[in-house]
T-cell receptor, first 114, second 112 residues
């Protein structure tokens, strides 16, 4: 089946630095990928839709200048958390639209900002 | 996409069937019912989806009522590894596929 690889699985960074998270579709091409954020004991919150070759579409309330999304190829989307602060600490998850089941998810990235 | 309603939690004994209900009374004719689950600190895992007919795969069965206003996910023989949050999502899948929006889901705890 479709596989989405997400890296890194865990990252700790200092406040004020930027962190990049990669999301790759391994065995299929994904023209559309999605980025979610999940705080402890809460559900997944959709942050943005990433479209290959065009600008990402952000959900209301999500700062586009803070969460930079690049989808430069049909198999790779990246999320960069810029000038990270402790309140950005969260579980970030990507998903990709495939032609089989519909949506396949990565394993998530646990970001801790200290 | 239509809103879905699920009970916040349910317990199930290991080896027994787990029946997870979902209400989607405002679902439209071209919206599918998708089920995902999320085991702690992992990405969501696809379980099953359907439109009108009942569906079965190696993981579960999906029973959709004739009026499509509700559905039930059935895990036939629950194991401890089935402990997870289960999400029922109504999703329009046309040429412009919808966005998966997650509600609160049902926390299922399978006990020995």
């Amino acid at each position: 089946g479709a596989v989405v690889s997400q890296h890194p699985s865990r990252v700790i960074c200092k406040s004020g630095t930027s962190v990049k998270i990669e999301c790759r579709s391994l065995d299929f091409q994904a023209t559309t990928m999605f980025w979610y954020r999940q705080f402890p004991k809460q559900s997944l919150m959709l942050m943005a839709t990433s479209n290959e070759g065009s600008k990402a579409t952000y959900e209301q309330g999500v700062e586009k200048d803070k969460f930079l999304i690049n989808h430069a190829s049909l198999t790779l989307s990246t999320l960069t958390v810029t000038s990270a602060h402790p309140e950005d600490s969260s579980f970030y998850i990507c998903s990709a639209r495939d032609l089989g089941y519909g949506y396949t998810f990565g394993s998530g990235t646990r970001l801790t900002v200290v | 996409d239509a809103k879905t309603t699920q009970p916040p939690s349910m317990d199930c004994a290991e080896g027994r069937a787990a029946n997870l209900p979902c209400n989607h009374s405002t679902i439209s004719g071209n919206e599918y019912v998708y089920w995902y689950r999320q085991i702690h600190s992992q990405g969501p895992q696809y379980i099953i989806h359907g439109l009108k007919n009942n569906e079965t795969n190696e993981m579960a069965s999906l029973i959709i009522t004739e009026d499509r206003k509700s559905s039930t996910l059935i895990l036939p023989h629950a194991t401890l590894r089935d402990t997870a949050v289960y999400y029922c999502i109504a999703l329009m899948t046309t040429d412009s596929w919808g966005k998966l929006q997650f509600g609160a889901g049902t926390q299922v705890v399978v006990t020995p």
